[in-house]
């Protein structure tokens, strides 16, 4: 514990905690004794890789077991509440006014058919906290707090109608609508860009000094929690490795397994050159693009990309990367300029593509989550695209999916029946994966594939990325807002900025100085293994508070 906190009241105290999981028709343990004791006011990073225990533990923060699992033994005493014991409707009348919860995932958790600010204002109606004027006014000043853009404005919009980023900032401000005095965050920065991950960043560590508000902040990403946390708690297989004030965790964390997660992201493939007069793969030329009645969100955006090489495409959240792969797979037809495929233009749109265009390029997307249908076999999710594209069926079917599985090193004969939600994040994504080889295709678009993942399970998942572009001769289109995958996999790279192509180049160009302000921008907001980086960068950029961070 820091000694800050030595003479703070305890607000969450849990001893012994152990839950179990169904498993093939018997329990088997998930958290195998933890102990956790957080303060008010205190913020306690859990960290680990995937399948931890990390969000099973900040689950049982509240009381709450998901489906499958149950808490077998243990205490968990919020505010002296014991909540193994109390009643579900106890439990409810906690949950959203006293504790609050930020997923990863906010385009999940968002109902799509309500406007963003009738759910935020949803938990203060309910418990009584304010009236409907009050929390919509309430919730605008939040959303400026977060920097959402249009904060009187933003609210009324649908979930679908905001950017990843947006809807994971109006997420984190309908956990703060009540005041919590505990807030549990689930990776909650995930699919932020690196300058809007410091406002948020920024934002949540003002309102919990602010409000003297405890939180749990479940991450994979070590610099995140650098920023964030007090203490650190480091879990493996529902255990508790070692915990230490941050900074004597970082300088001198004691057992391998830390020493391990310290170490990770050292994968580096060799920079591979442009070919000199090759015709390029996908050459995107002068493309304009904007959707129905709204104003242009791609304006002149031009590049190439080669046979068998990675293009990183990196810029903030509505800077247009996504937009641009929409435009090249026909999903939105540009207003002007086009895309050429082996030096010949392909038509604009999806539904006037060959069948044979269609295949040639693929997509990977972010969350593996939403992106697999739950209530489909891993063989059928495999099997549909080797069968619309090649007319598959039958044995032949099977071994093409059985091989797909080998591909993506996940067995065939454990994996070929079972459900996406039987599998880890990181098995699920390599699903993904073999769903796009399906169609053999020559370029895929890989959309933020790694952001949800642990950092072990994403460079796991980036060297077989590699693998398969060497073995395949794939070229990739790799939309992201991490650096160091761009550091990793990347042969060119091209920055966007507010639907313009601000800078690009080769990677070793790219990453050595002068750079053009935005990408020094974007550079210098990689967070770092230091507990005062956060504070050092806002005060080397003259922000005096939270609010002022993105006009910087």
């Not at 890789?49 to 509240?62: D, F, L, Q, R």
């Not at 106890?90 to 995932?105: C, D, M, N, P, W």
């Not at 030096?343 to 539904?351: F, I, N, Q, T």
Request: with cysteine; charged share 25%; hydrophobic share 40%.
């Amino acid at each position: 514990m820091s000694d800050k906190f030595k003479n703070a009241p305890v607000l969450l105290k849990i001893k012994d905690l152990r839950i179990e999981g169904y498993s093939e028709e018997t329990w088997v343990p998930i958290i195998k004794g933890v102990d956790l004791t957080l303060h008010r006011g205190e913020v306690m990073g859990l960290i680990g890789e995937s399948g931890a225990g990390k969000s099973t533990i900040g689950a049982a923060a509240m009381g709450f077991a998901r489906d499958g699992t149950r808490i077998s033994s243990g205490s968990i005493e919020f505010d002296g509440m014991e909540l193994t014991t109390a009643s579900e409707g106890e439990k409810r009348a906690l949950r959203g006014a006293r504790i609050a919860y930020v997923a990863q995932s906010a385009a999940a958790s968002f109902n799509p058919a309500h406007k963003i600010i009738d759910q935020h204002t949803e938990a203060p109606l309910h418990y009584r906290i304010q009236k409907r004027l009050a929390a919509q006014e309430d919730a605008m000043e939040l959303y400026e707090r977060l920097r959402l853009p249009n904060p009187k404005e933003i609210g009324f919009r649908y979930p679908h109608q905001v950017s990843g980023g947006q809807l994971q900032r109006a997420m984190t401000a309908m956990a703060m609508a009540c005041r919590p005095d505990l807030i549990i965050f689930d990776e909650p920065t995930t699919a932020l860009d690196v300058t809007t991950q410091i406002e948020v960043l920024a934002a949540i560590r003002d309102i919990v000094d602010q409000f003297n508000t405890a939180a749990i902040y479940i991450t994979h990403d070590l610099a995140v929690v650098a920023q964030m946390a007090d203490t650190i708690k480091v879990l493996l297989k529902g255990e508790e490795v070692e915990q230490a004030p941050t900074a004597e965790m970082l300088d001198n964390p004691q057992e391998e397994y830390t020493k391990s997660l310290w170490a990770v992201r050292s994968f580096q493939r060799p920079q591979k050159a442009r070919p000199q007069g090759a015709t390029p793969l996908v050459s995107v030329q002068h493309v304009d693009a904007s959707y129905t009645g709204g104003d242009k969100v791609l304006d002149d955006v031009s590049f190439d990309i080669h046979e068998g090489m990675t293009v990183a495409v990196v810029g903030e959240s509505g800077s247009g990367k996504s937009t641009t792969a929409r435009v090249i797979t026909g999903l939105l037809p540009p207003t002007q300029g086009g895309v050429m495929f082996k030096g010949e233009a392909l038509p604009p749109s999806y539904k006037d593509r060959t069948k044979d265009q269609l295949r040639q390029a693929q997509m990977i997307y972010q969350m593996a989550d939403t992106a697999l249908n739950p209530k489909v076999r891993i063989s059928e999710i495999i099997g549909r695209p080797a069968q619309f594209y090649s007319g598959l069926s039958g044995t032949k079917l099977k071994a093409r999916v059985d091989e797909l599985l080998d591909l993506i090193e996940l067995e065939p004969s454990k994996y070929y029946n079972r459900y996406p939600p039987e599998l880890s994040g990181g098995q699920k994504q390599r699903i993904g994966i073999a769903r796009a080889l399906a169609a053999e295709p020559s370029f895929i678009i890989c959309d933020e594939v790694t952001s949800a993942l642990d950092q072990l399970v994403a460079e796991g998942i980036l060297k077989l990325l590699d693998r398969l572009q060497r073995e395949l001769n794939l070229a990739y289109m790799f939309i992201t807002h991490d650096l160091a995958t761009v550091r990793s996999i990347a042969d060119e790279v091209v920055v966007m900025q507010h639907g313009r192509v601000v800078e690009a180049g080769p990677k070793d160009v790219m990453f050595t100085p002068p750079h053009h302000p935005y990408t020094d921008l974007l550079l210098s907001s990689v967070p770092e293994m230091d507990p005062n980086w956060l504070t050092t960068l806002l005060e080397e950029r003259g922000v005096d508070n939270v609010g002022e961070a993105a006009d910087v």
